[in-house]
T-cell receptor
C-alpha cells in the first residue's frame, strides 16, 4: 500500500497570504489528523476528520481550517498567514476514529512565512 | 501544553550500546505509543502499549509502562547508527480522543 502523501513538500509564503495543504491517506483509512510541529511548541494537534466530519479540534485560531472529501483525502487551509505559522505540518491517517490505533504519518509540508 | 515529557532531551551513545528513554505523563490513559522521526521526515509508529499492559517487545525495542507512576520507558538494544532520530511518546488520554505528544528525545548513535 502507498503511504500517506502530503503535497506540496515545501512552500514559501508571505504574511497575509493564505495557503492550502493536501493530504492523501493510506487507502482504506477514514481518519485524517493534522499536526503542527515547531521547535518551540513541539507537536500540536490541529484537528481530526473522520467520514468528512471534523471530530476533534485543537487550540488553534479560526484561521486554521480543514475539510475532508468523500475519498478521505483532506485539505488544510490557513488564512492571513503570520510569521509564527512557519512550521512543519504533518498529516496522519488511521483506519478508525480517535487515538486507539497507530497513526501513519506523511513526511509533511514545510511552510515558511517571509 | 504537552501531556508527556521525555527524558533525557538528548542522548548520545556508541553503536552497540543500549539506549533508554523515559516518558512521564499527567492524566489517565487508554494507551501510550512511541514514534520515531528522522530529520525532515514524518513520524513512524514503533509500538503501542495499552494501559493494562506492563511490558511489550518488538525486535530490539522494549517498552515498559507503569500507570501508577504515570511513566513509560523505551529501550533500544544493540543500537545502530541508523537508530539516530528523535523519539516521541504519545498518550491517548481517557478524557479525550486525540494523541498528545511529548517533546521528544534526540538520540544520536555514533558509529
Amino acid at each position: 500500500k502507498a503511504g500517506v502523501t502530503q503535497t506540496p513538500r515545501y512552500l514559501i509564503k508571505t504574511r497575509g497570504q493564505q495557503v492550502t495543504l493536501s493530504c492523501s491517506p493510506i487507502s482504506g483509512h477514514r481518519s485524517v489528523s493534522w499536526y503542527q510541529q515547531t521547535p518551540g511548541q513541539g507537536l500540536q494537534f490541529l484537528f481530526e476528520y473522520f467520514s468528512e466530519t471534523q471530530r476533534n479540534k485543537g487550540n488553534f485560531p479560526g484561521r486554521f481550517s480543514g475539510r475532508q472529501f468523500s475519498n478521505s483525502r483532506s485539505e488544510m487551509n490557513v488564512s492571513t498567514l503570520e510569521l509564527g505559522d512557519s512550521a512543519l505540518y504533518l498529516c496522519a491517517s488511521s483506519p478508525g476514529q480517535g487515538a486507539v490505533q497507530p497513526q501513519h504519518f506523511g513526511d509533511g509540508t514545510r511552510l515558511s512565512i517571509l | 501544553s504537552q501531556q508527556g515529557e521525555e527524558d533525557p532531551q538528548a542522548l548520545s551513545i556508541q553503536e552497540g550500546e543500549n539506549a533508554t528513554m523515559n516518558c512521564s505523563y499527567k492524566t489517565s490513559i487508554n494507551n501510550l505509543q512511541w514514534y520515531r522521526q528522522n530529520s525532515g521526515r514524518g513520524l513512524v509508529h514503533l509500538i503501542l502499549i495499552r494501559s493494562n499492559e506492563r511490558e511489550k517487545h518488538s525486535g530490539r525495542l522494549r517498552v515498559t509502562l507503569d500507570t501508577s507512576k504515570k511513566s513509560s520507558s523505551l529501550l533500544i538494544t544493540a543500537s545502530r547508527a541508523a537508530d539516530t532520530a528523535s523519539y516521541f511518546c504519545a498518550t491517548d488520554p481517557t478524557s479525550g480522543s486525540r494523541l498528545t505528544f511529548g517533546e521528544g528525545t534526540q538520540l544520536t548513535v555514533n558509529p
